[in-house]
Nanobody
Framework: EVQLQASGGGSVHAGGSLRLSCTAS????????IGWFRQAPGKEREGVQC????????YFEDSLKNRFTISTDSARNTIYLQMDDLEPEDTAVYYC?????????????????WGRGTQVTVSS
């Protein structure tokens, strides 16, 4: 059974930082692109960043590049999302998802496996 366990969410004030983790099991970590997505209340789920096995990064939103950084630790089957200078608009449930071989910005439905999500709340 494939599992993606997201953790690291929490409540912070604007300007604060959080690091999210997503640990994968039940799949060959080196065969999947794994990405971070988020869904704010009343909004559609949107992509944040995705990283492929060769460390190629896909950016869904250029505006987040300067504040969010995705990275991977293949020894731990884990990817991270370092989020700095958080804004209230970043408040959302953050999910990680895996897609065989390649990341894509085509559609969130193109991802094969999803984790349950972790809540991030940023207060002003």
């Amino acid at each position: 059974e494939v599992q993606l366990q997201a953790s690291g969410g929490g409540s912070v004030h604007a300007g604060g930082s959080l690091r999210l983790s997503c640990t994968a099991s039940g799949l060959n970590f080196g065969d999947y692109g794994i990405g971070w997505f988020r869904q704010a209340p009343g909004k559609e789920r949107e992509g944040v960043q995705c990283i492929e096995p060769d460390d190629e990064i896909t950016y869904f939103e250029d505006s987040l590049k300067n504040r969010f950084t995705i990275s991977t630790d293949s020894a731990r089957n884990t990817i991270y999302l370092q989020m700095d200078d958080l804004e209230p608009e970043d408040t959302a449930v953050y999910y990680c998802a895996a897609r065989f071989k390649f990341c894509t910005v085509r559609s969130v439905t193109a991802y094969d496996f999803w984790g349950r999500g972790t809540q991030v709340t940023v207060s002003s």
